[in-house]
């Protein structure tokens, strides 16, 4: 119903920049919500960023705030995560998620998604 397909992973230096983008197609759920998690290898998946697709309204896990910017573009069915300042503890397997029904309470727990994207590998050297 819904197929996520994500791009703008790569390798980048210490301190860069890179901005992930996921495409959506298929049903958008007005009242859900967008949002990326990564996992690093020997590491649980966690939570990095979420928006709600009606208005916006983000939400940030405390390691990537200041550092990372969500965003969306409606009319392209399209979310954004712009990464500055990238560190080597960044490095990971990025994967975009939609929620059918957005809740502040479940925004950081990957179970509460409905749909996953194949993900897309960030590196970061020192």
């Known amino acids: 119903q819904v197929q996520l397909v994500e791009s703008g992973g790569g390798l980048v230096q210490a301190g860069g920049s890179l901005r992930l983008s996921c495409a959506a197609t298929?049903?958008?759920?007005?009242?859900?919500?967008m949002g990326w998690f990564r996992q690093a290898p020997g590491k649980e998946r966690e939570f990095v960023a979420a928006?709600?697709?009606?208005?916006?309204?983000?939400y940030y896990a405390n390691s990537v705030a200041g550092r990372f910017s969500i965003s969306r573009d409606t009319a392209e069915n399209t979310v954004y995560l712009q990464m500055n300042s990238l560190k080597p503890e960044d490095t990971a397997v990025y994967y975009c998620a939609v929620e059918r029904l957005f809740r502040t309470t479940t925004v950081r727990v990957g179970a509460s998604y409905d749909y996953w994207g194949q993900g897309t590998q960030v590196t970061v050297s020192s």
């Open positions: 298929g049903r958008i759920f007005t009242s859900g919500g």
């Open positions: 928006l709600t697709w009606s208005a916006g309204t983000t």
